[in-house]
């Protein structure tokens, strides 16, 4: 009996032992490796899972990946604002691999989005169309890819007004808010940006370097940090609320916030070469990266100035944004800053591909990432696994291996 008892608990040690030593190996090996390595395991375990929910949704043609929560898949229809990051992050690793059942699954998946092209009833349309149709379009130069894309910019185009010169984002809280505008807004100024180029019709890039313009104005504070909702009046055209939606409060920086401003001045500057969008996300950069609760892996809090720091949750979402666009703004840039962004992305590259932050394959509901943050003010997707976390995590681990 004792024997057995002895046996029993050198074989429990043995596995324990095993365990923490593969644990370790696993969470200080993206530390160890070389970027390059580390990039193609990532997009490697990223195919699996992207394959996998692929075919679990493969008949169900109404249906797109929203997140995994409690256990639960959600999943949306293409009219949820995130419908396009999933076929989004299966044309890039479809570019990336040439692997044909991600091109069959791109297709279809993008496909069931289509008529997003006539949503007008807010400003989303760009998320939706510009990372599926968009990617679709760029690599595969499909021309019917071309309609949708140019339908969605006019749809989008219907929410902006000459004498604001904003796009309206939302329609709701209009007790509150009279013409809401929020940062996230200037995403969706990539598929007007396009528009343009791709129509010859300069109105689509009127309205975004005006929209871009009022942003910079109204939305960022003197340390470059920015309000998450600006509400404007009407009759006068100036701000009357500067608010937050999704973040700690008015006056806090909510980090996804911050990284959609980074992200969307970076394109602004390449679509337009006027360098005061250059100035300004180097600006937005040196807000974020010096900040003194940005942690060391450079994987933010849910919001910089959330109470309980350091017990609040990160938001994958927001470091893989940013991540991705640095890795953009370092091109842009003299040598020591380039140097100085690409040493922060691959920093989030490594943190983000750990056992930390990437789901073995076939858990987490087959989403990549692990551990965003929808919206904490609401208690809505709290920890879990988000399509636009997947989205522009995928995209930073391509631009940095292209770059
Ligand atoms: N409203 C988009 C976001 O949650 O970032």
Aim: net charge negative; hydrophobic share 35%.
């Amino acid at each position: 009996m004792e024997i057995k008892i002895r046996g029993l608990f050198q074989k429990v040690l043995c596995v324990a032992f095993i365990g923490i030593l593969t644990l370790n190996a696993s969470c200080t090996n993206t530390k160890e490796k070389e970027i390059e390595q580390v990039i193609n395991d990532a997009l490697n375990k990223s195919v699996k899972q992207s394959l996998l929910m692929a075919e679990k949704y493969a008949d169900q043609p109404l249906v797109l990946p929203r997140s995994f929560v409690d256990g639960e898949m959600t999943t949306s229809d293409y009219g949820w604002w995130c419908s396009g990051f999933f076929p989004g992050v299966l044309w890039y690793l479809y570019e990336d691999s040439g692997d044909e059942e991600l091109l069959k699954y791109a297709q279809q998946y993008t496909q069931r989005i289509e008529d997003a092209k006539y949503m007008t009833s807010n400003h989303d349309v760009g998320f939706m169309l510009y990372c599926s149709y968009g990617n679709g379009l760029r690599i595969t130069g499909d021309s019917a890819y071309n309609e949708v894309l140019l339908t969605g910019a006019k749809s989008l185009s219907t929410r902006y007004r000459e004498k604001m010169g904003l796009i309206k984002s939302w329609d709701f809280n209009e007790k509150i808010w009279q013409y809401p505008v929020i940062i996230d807004n200037m995403m969706n100024l990539e598929l007007l940006l396009w528009a343009s180029k791709a129509s010859g019709d300069s109105i689509f890039k009127h309205i975004s370097v005006s929209h871009a313009d009022k942003t910079m104005v109204n939305h960022y504070r003197p340390d470059y940090s920015c309000f998450h909702v600006v509400s404007y009046d009407t009759v006068t055209a100036k701000p009357h609320a500067q608010q937050t939606f999704q973040g700690y409060s008015d006056e806090s920086s909510w980090s996804r916030g911050q990284a959609w401003g980074l992200y969307g001045f970076t394109f602004m500057f390449r679509e337009t070469k006027e360098k005061r969008y250059l100035d300004q996300a180097n600006r937005i950069a040196s807000y974020l990266l010096n900040h003194p609760n940005m942690p060391e892996d450079y994987i933010p809090y849910w919001d910089f100035d959330a109470p309980e720091i350091p017990k609040e949750e990160r938001d994958a979402s927001a470091g893989a944004l940013i991540a991705s666009a640095l890795i953009e703004l370092s091109s842009y840039v003299d040598k020591d800053l380039a140097d100085k962004y690409l040493t922060v992305a691959d920093k989030q590259i490594r943190t983000l591909a750990s056992d930390e932050y990437t789901a073995k394959v076939g858990e987490n509901g087959n989403f990549i990432l692990m551990h965003s943050v929808g919206s904490k003010p609401h208690n809505s997707e709290v920890d879990v696994p988000l399509t636009y976390a997947d989205y522009y995590y995928v995209e930073a681990l391509m631009r940095y291996k292209n770059r």
